[in-house]
């Protein structure tokens, strides 16, 4: 390359990355902001949940049963939790699994883990709790080791709520209405996977007593759809 080529690229070397700094701005743009300056975090979050966590399976709903049944099944415990910890943590587990906060070829809970420090930064949290909030998005899968109670409720609220009625509601909910993946035996097959996979990754005393019934209640509805559609093969 000649000197004054050089020069030209030197030139144009400022200019490209201020047009990648419009770009990521642009771009930044598209996604909801955070909690920042909304005043009270609590109400905060829950608003933030409620706009932007949309999803029939993993979305809103699910974020408040999970808060819920952490509290109950630590109460049924006697174990006392950090509440500001759990509640973020419930409200937002799931937000690296939903646009525009999903990484690709990432699991969602360990970009979820990461993402949690910026979207609380500002809005009132208390910055000494958020290692713990991270912590307990990163392991809140049936399949991960929480380390701390307010981990361990959350994990397994959130592994009973892929049981009983409610997993079948959240299951069937994500069937493709125009035949596409999943379709209904693919349905019934994670049904099946979770009845097998779940239930051993429930860790305490409470979350195994309540789910007793909820296993039993999935194993039944699957009988009972075996039957009305000849072994599944006319679901």
């Avoid at 771009?27 to 409620?50: T, Y």
């Avoid at 009132?124 to 709790?129: L, Q, V």
Wanted: net charge negative; charged share 20%; hydrophobic share 45%.
């Amino acid at each position: 390359m000649s000197p004054s080529h050089i020069q030209r690229f030197l030139w144009l070397v400022p200019l490209l990355m201020l047009s990648g700094l419009f770009a990521s701005a642009s771009a930044q743009q598209n996604v909801p902001s955070p909690l920042a300056g909304r005043g009270d975090w609590r109400a905060a979050v829950r608003q933030f949940a409620m706009e932007h966590l949309k999803h029939p399976a993993w979305g809103y709903s699910h974020c408040v049963r999970d808060y819920a049944l952490a509290r109950a099944l630590a109460g049924q415990d006697h174990v006392a939790l950090d509440d500001d910890v759990l509640y973020a943590a419930a409200y937002l587990h799931d937000v690296a699994a939903l646009p525009p906060y999903q990484k690709p070829h990432t699991d969602h809970a360990e970009a979820g883990a990461e993402l949690v420090s910026s979207l609380l930064s500002g809005s009132g949290f208390p910055t000494n709790k958020i290692d713990m909030v991270r912590e307990a998005i990163r392991t809140h899968m049936f399949n991960r080791k929480p380390v701390g109670p307010e981990a361990l409720y959350l994990h397994d609220a959130d592994a009973l709520d892929w049981l009983g009625a409610i997993g079948v509601a959240r299951i069937f909910a994500l069937v493709d209405p125009n035949g596409g993946a999943p379709d209904g035996p693919a349905a019934v097959k994670m049904l099946q996977d979770y009845l097998e996979r779940v239930p051993p990754g429930i860790l305490s005393r409470a979350g195994r007593a309540d789910s007793v019934g909820r296993i039993r209640e999935l194993q039944q509805y699957l009988r009972e759809l075996s039957g009305e559609t000849d072994g599944y093969a006319t679901l």
